[in-house]
């Protein structure tokens, strides 16, 4: 362990503590969901996160999961639907619309089960 050093600041002697460096990776909608998420309603795990230096890890590997479950789900959710390239040929606005709504329903799903629990 490294030894700790002070800076005096007026009659009182302050550690010089540093958060443990954190690697630079792209967070994308999800994950910043998830940051705000841990630091209003999970504060604990959240500075845990933190401090331990692993909040980085934490963030991308939900992004990751996220995006791969909305992958899966907006596939399924069409298929189920019947929302499929011949609709999109002959009907391009209600391929659209059926495709916005089955995007909001696979984001719902991964909001609820990942994000916010």
């Known amino acids: 362990m490294s030894e700790i050093t002070y800076t ?3 009659d009182y002697l302050i550690p010089d503590l ?4 954190q690697p630079e990776v792209p967070l994308g909608k999800f994950a910043h969901l998830r940051r705000e998420f841990l630091e209003k309603h999970r504060r604990v795990t959240f500075v845990n996160l933190l401090t331990s230096g692993k909040l980085t890890e934490h963030l991308y590997q939900i992004e990751q999961e996220a995006m791969s479950r909305f992958g899966r789900l907006t596939k399924q ?8 390239e011949e609709l999109k040929a002959r009907d391009q ?21 990942l994000i916010y629990s």
């Open 93 to 113: 606005m209600t391929w659209i619309g059926r495709m916005n709504n089955i995007r909001q329903q696979a984001e719902e799903v991964i909001l609820s089960e």
């Open 8 to 10: 005096m600041q007026k």
């Open 77 to 84: 959710l069409a298929q189920e639907q019947g929302v499929t």
């Open 18 to 21: 540093a958060l443990p460096p």
